[in-house]
Every structure is written in C-alpha cells, then in structure tokens.
C-alpha cells in the first residue's frame, strides 16, 4: 500500500513495489533484494506461495521475507508463520513496528545499500 511505501521510503529504504505475487517473483527473480515485504492475502500468487517459490530461487533471501496479515488467529496462517520462523507484522501496525521489522531482517545479512520489496493486493 502507499502508507507502507512512505514508512519505508522515509526511513531511508530503497523500495520496489509489485501489485502482486507473481509480479514480486518475476521481480524478485531478477533483481537482487536485502528483503521482502508481502502481504499474505493477495491475488495470484498469495504470500505463502510466494514464499515458497523464493525458498526455491534464493533461499538465502527467504528467511528475510517479512509478512503482513491481519490473519494472525487462524490456525492454518498462525501454524505457516510459526513454522517459517520469519518475521510478520499484524494488521493494524504502527509505523515503528514496519521499521523495527525491516531492520530486524536486514540484520540477518547486512549489506551497504538498504532495499526491500514491498507486495500487497490490497486485501487483509
């Protein structure tokens, strides 16, 4: 979304955006990330599809991919969290907690330049 943008991009972030999963992967396919930022609800290629197909092309890059969802007491999405061990942001967020996110994974390997991609479709 646009707040995420602005929170990212005034914190100093270098960001790319996709309008969805399979536009994140085609990016993400080509272009080299410090992290990733995807909503787990969105059309096409959800997060956790997502994902998954990042484990298989840079898995180095997919303990770095932040998840977004409003979905966090569901079981099935509770469980898929737990079981990645990446970090995820609940919907509603504050602006602080986006940051604290972001460098928290770009911790996990630290680069001169920092960048992240940013998906959302826009649904919760």
Do not use: C
Not at 18 to 43: C, H, K, W, Y
Not at 81 to 88: R, S, V
Not at 93 to 112: I, S
């Amino acid at each position: 979304t646009e707040l995420l943008q602005t929170i990212l991009t005034d914190s100093g972030f270098q960001i790319k955006t996709a309008s969805n999963g399979d536009d994140a992967l085609q990016i993400v396919s080509n272009e080299d990330f410090d992290a990733v930022l995807t909503d787990m609800r969105m059309p096409g290629l959800d997060g956790q599809a997502l994902y998954q197909r990042i484990r298989e092309i840079k898995p180095a890059l997919a303990k770095r991919v932040i998840f977004v969802t409003g979905d966090t007491h569901r079981g099935p999405t509770r469980d898929f969290l737990n079981a990645t061990g990446n970090l995820w942001l609940s919907k509603p967020f504050r602006v602080n907690e986006v940051v604290n996110r972001v460098q928290e994974a770009l911790k996990l390997q630290p680069t001169a330049v920092p960048a992240a991609i940013e998906t959302t479709g826009g649904y919760n």
